[in-house]
T-cell receptor, first 114, second 114 residues
Framework: GNSVTQMEGPVTLSEEAFLTINCTYT??????LFWYVQYPGEGLQLLLK?????DKGSNKGFEATYRKETTSFHLEKGSVQVSDSAVYFC?????????????FGSGTQLTVLP | SAVISQKPSRDICQRGTSLTIQCQVD?????MFWYRQQPGQSLTLIAT?????????ESGFVIDKFPISRPNLTFSTLTVSNMSPEDSSIYLC???????????FGEGSRLTVL
């Protein structure tokens, strides 16, 4: 079956540091890949996505590239801010899959210090 | 996008009692999803609630333990029945976005069972 493995947290960085949160997946076929973010006291929200190999999703300075050869979708940001402190979830879905078929990783807590 | 409100945001409950979580969406939606997020774990889909029909439960979840109501297209409730400490989790309500695999979440209801 499908599965998502995320880098374990928590991750603590200083402001303006470079961020990488690793995500690898196991799936049949060519899934769509997602990063969700959960800010303190809020629900999860979609951060970015990629639907085919070599696609790069980007939003709010975050990027992730769909790497089929390494089955990875690592989240990166060149310079983090305190406001990026949140929990980040990697997820996958099969192409045209319904929302109920999303598979989530366990989440990575990021804390950015001023 | 959709705005989802959940109540209560958190509660502390006694073993053996039941608690009902409410979810209100600001637009009409066909399906609403209920997830559980146990401490340090990924999100797990409990059930899909369709208006006018019984909820569809995922493997490992049963209606007697997690009865769901869906009286109209903007509202749903999830009851956690006969609670035990193992039910201590964050329960999240969710609806599907326009893009495949995109979900909008409420802020979650954090339950602690003593």
């Amino acid at each position: 079956g499908n599965s998502v493995t995320q880098m374990e947290g928590p991750v603590t960085l200083s402001e303006e540091a470079f961020l990488t949160i690793n995500c690898t997946y196991t799936a049949t076929g060519y899934p769509s890949l997602f990063w969700y973010v959960q800010y303190p006291g809020e629900g999860l929200q979609l951060l970015l996505k990629a639907t085919k190999a070599d696609d790069k999703g980007s939003n709010k300075g975050f990027e992730a590239t769909y790497r089929k050869e390494t089955t990875s979708f690592h989240l990166e940001k060149g310079s983090v801010q305190v406001s990026d402190s949140a929990v980040y979830f990697c997820a996958l879905n099969k192409p045209s899959g319904s929302a109920r078929q999303l598979t989530f990783g366990s989440g990575t807590q990021l804390t950015v210090l001023p | 996008s959709a705005v989802i409100s959940q109540k209560p945001s958190r509660d502390i409950c006694q073993r053996g009692t039941s608690l009902t979580i409410q979810c209100q969406v600001d637009s009409q939606v066909t399906m609403m999803f209920w997830y559980r997020q146990q401490p340090g774990q990924s999100l797990t889909l409990i059930a899909t609630a369709n208006q006018g029909s019984e909820a569809t439960y995922e493997s490992g979840f049963v209606i007697d333990k997690f009865p769901i109501s869906r009286p109209n297209l903007t509202f749903s409730t999830l009851t956690v029945s006969n609670m035990s400490p193992e039910d201590s989790s964050i329960y999240l309500c969710s609806v599907e976005g326009r893009d495949t695999g995109e979900l909008f979440f409420g802020e979650g209801s954090r339950l602690t069972v003593l």
